[in-house]
């Protein structure tokens, strides 16, 4: 089965604070993904990644930024936690597969308050 | 770019009956695939259901059926004999080929299965 970790379930930071959320999947899979979900807004995605140390903006990447520098981890950073960022944070992972579809894992999520 | 709607918030369904959650979509691209995933009460998401929009056939996966309607970018799911554990939050979501492999999702529809 198809794994996708991350690091912790429940964040609480103060503004300000400088914030790293990661993500390990364990089934060698060149694309991940960082979404957040709100209410009411679904999930929006805010960085990709389809290899080792390449990154593309997704919709709303402002305030963020990544980081993947091994296949398996993608990490999100905060570089300075705002209210406004207070979200449930997921990751996810998929295969490049020619002529089918990007089916992606998900990760558990985490909720993340900032104060 | 591609838009994914889902105007029904919140539905309900008795235990062993029928539900249909419903989708519609925007895109211009001819080549796309559309999932339905679910979202349990802190558990991860995971997909349910996945349609090819080259494929007529609706998709079906046990008690889970989609009605694709290709002209009318529609993409209900209908779920059958409905189960306690299938309440949870269910998105719609599209990968569109020109897409770089990101989906975009709806906004999401809460489930209650009443027993």
């Known amino acids: 089965d198809v794994k996708v970790t991350q690091s912790s379930r429940y964040l609480v930071k103060r503004t300000g604070e400088k914030v790293f959320l990661e993500c390990v999947q364990d089934?060698?899979?060149?694309?991940m993904f960082w979404y957040r979900q709100d209410p009411g807004l679904g999930l929006r995605l805010i960085y990709f990644?389809?290899?080792?140390?390449?990154?593309e903006k997704g919709d709303i990447p402002e305030g963020y930024s990544v980081s993947r520098e091994k296949k398996e981890r993608f990490s999100l950073i905060l570089e300075s936690a705002s209210t406004n960022q207070t979200s449930m944070y997921l990751c996810a992972s998929s295969q490049t597969k020619f002529g089918g579809s990007y089916e992606q894992y998900f990760g558990p999520g985490t909720r993340l308050t900032v104060t | 770019a591609q838009t994914v709607t889902q105007s029904q918030p919140e539905m309900s369904v008795q235990e062993a009956e029928t539900v249909t959650l419903s989708c519609t979509y925007d895109t211009s691209e001819s080549d796309y695939y559309l999932f339905w995933y679910k979202q349990p009460p802190s558990r991860q998401m995971i997909l349910v259901i996945r349609q090819e929009a080259y494929k007529q056939q609706n998709a079906t996966e046990n008690r889970f059926s989609v009605n694709f309607q290709k002209a009318a970018k529609s993409f209900s799911l209908k779920i059958s004999d409905s189960q306690l554990g299938d309440a949870a939050m269910y998105f719609c979501a599209m990968e569109a080929s020109g897409s770089a492999r990101q989906l975009t999702f709806g906004s999401g529809t809460q489930l209650t299965v009443l027993p």
């Open positions: 990644s389809y290899d080792v140390k390449m990154k």
């Open positions: 089934m060698d899979h060149e694309n």
